[in-house]
């Protein structure tokens, strides 16, 4: 059961705060979409469904704390402190791109030193014994900061997963683990990838805390995470966080999510958007009004487009260039 969290964790600000970054991905999310059906871009890795949890779990974070997203987290990304033009930088793979400099594909395997977001890679669940390392060489250092890693569900299926997850908890490390369980490995449906789909059960088997939560509730999520985020920087080491979500679209622009999932279950999921729920939720405590939402999606959507022109108008990189910062 998805833990029902009563009282709010957040002000008024802070949560019209966390409505906008997710309105924000939706909008270059969408023009991601546009741009590939244009034949302007070549990919998208669309992240519709999941910015509830994604931007919850990292504004529970502080400034110094690291981030380990996975290559669907666009949000993630925007709360720490991405921009619209950067984000279309790395679409058009130019020189300028702070991602990977123009080296990879939208949303795959980058990094951004500055923002303290930790190389991302499209290997699935290698990044988690790489979060528990960071979060290890903090403790040693005495440096106080909190590692948030981010996966989907067929990450846990991997024996990296395990790995990272266990050494975290023997160390008692400051990092927090969060699934984003959209129920989907690509096309593999959770109940062919375990017995039992509830990821937070694991977390007895590592002696850790775990949660179950609602991942398109986001007051619920900023809850979980927040008090996660706290404990583990009390030093009571990990949590295991499994958010329950609705992947949207299909897996990748190069997915066909129709020759697997049935259309009841594709218009069931775009009934559980977290943008429109938490909308829905802000509206009803007069925080924020329907011609209010409308303005403000409208507005994020322009500059989504501005930000994909000026962007695909910006210098491509150097061919001579194109072995620089290849390790080997």
């Known amino acids: 059961m998805a833990t029902k969290v009563r009282q709010a964790a957040g002000t008024k600000e802070e949560y019209l705060q966390l409505h906008r970054w997710m309105c924000m991905a939706k909008a270059l999310d969408d023009r991601m979409h546009i741009l590939v059906k244009q034949g302007r871009a070549p990919f998208v890795g669309s992240s519709r469904g999941h910015e509830g949890i994604q931007v919850a779990s990292t504004a529970a974070l502080a400034a110094d704390d690291w981030l380990v997203p996975h290559y669907r987290g666009l949000a993630n990304a925007i709360v720490r402190g991405l921009t619209m033009k950067e984000w279309m930088l790395a679409v058009f793979a130019k020189v300028d791109d702070p991602l990977s400099a123009g080296r990879n594909i939208p949303g795959g395997c980058y990094s951004y030193r500055r923002l303290k977001i930790a190389s991302v890679s499209q290997v699935v669940a290698s990044w988690v014994p790489k979060a528990s390392g960071i979060a290890y060489a903090a403790k040693l250092k005495g440096e106080g900061s909190v590692t948030l890693c981010t996966f989907g569900d067929g990450a846990t299926s991997q024996g990296d997963f395990h790995e990272g ?92 999510h129709l020759k697997y999932r049935g259309k009841e279950e594709i218009d069931e999921a775009a009934g559980h958007d977290p943008i429109a729920r938490f909308g829905a939720w802000l509206m009803e405590r007069g925080w924020l009004t329907a011609d209010e939402l409308a303005h403000s999606q409208a507005e994020l959507d322009a500059e989504a487009s501005e930000a994909a022109d000026w962007a695909e108008q910006q210098p491509d990189p150097i061919p001579e260039e194109a072995l620089t910062h290849v390790f080997a």
């Not at 959209?182 to 509830?198: D, E, F, K, W």
């Not at 939560?213 to 985020?229: M, Y």
């Not at 706290?230 to 066909?256: C, Q, V």
């Open 165 to 256: 997850v266990n050494f975290a908890a023997v160390h008692r490390l400051p990092v927090v683990f969060v699934c984003e369980n959209n129920s989907y490995a690509i096309s593999v449906p959770i109940r062919l990838q375990m017995g039992n789909p509830n990821v937070a059960d694991r977390a007895a088997g590592y002696g850790i805390a775990g949660a179950t939560v609602d991942g398109t509730d986001v007051p619920a999520c900023f809850a979980v995470c927040k008090g996660a985020v706290e404990r583990a920087r009390r030093g009571d080491g990990p949590t295991l966080i499994d958010a329950k979500i609705w992947r949207i679209n299909s897996h990748t622009s190069e997915d066909n």
